[in-house]
């Protein structure tokens, strides 16, 4: 009933250990800046050709329409030797991020479009719905 147990200690064991090259990458450039109203930026490359930016700042502080907005951009080789870029957007409206690599929807067909051009040229109303009642 032990052999078990020792033989999948000794499997966690090897999966463990480190894999591939281990060593250390080197910082080549490195930027940061905080500012006192919280905006701030950075960027990084390292010696394997990864590199990264990002800026932010918070919109509209104390309202209740507050948001934290970052933007950015980060670069590395794919294990393909493929260049990879990806540049983003975060704010009230989600994470928004674009690159060559990146899957895109399928085109709206006419039919749906054709249905939400048609609504969205109704007039706007501003009247809540009838409450139901039991």
């Known amino acids: 009933m032990k052999y078990p147990i020792i033989i999948l200690a000794l499997i966690a064991l090897t999966s463990a250990a480190p894999q591939g090259d281990t060593t250390p990458i080197p910082i080549i450039r490195q930027e940061q800046e905080l500012n006192p109203d919280g905006s701030y930026k950075y960027a990084y490359e390292t010696g394997n050709g990864i590199q990264a930016e990002e800026e932010g700042y918070l919109k509209n502080p104390g309202t209740e329409e507050e948001a934290q907005v970052s933007r950015g951009k980060y670069s590395y080789t794919s294990p393909e030797g493929e260049l990879i870029e990806v540049i983003w957007e975060a704010d009230e409206n989600g994470f928004r991020p674009q690159g060559a690599h990146l899957p895109t929807p399928p085109p709206i067909p006419p039919e ?22 039991l």
């Open 112 to 133: 749906i479009q054709r249905a939400l051009e048609y609504l969205a040229s109704l007039p706007q109303t501003t009247e809540k719905p009838a409450e139901r009642r």
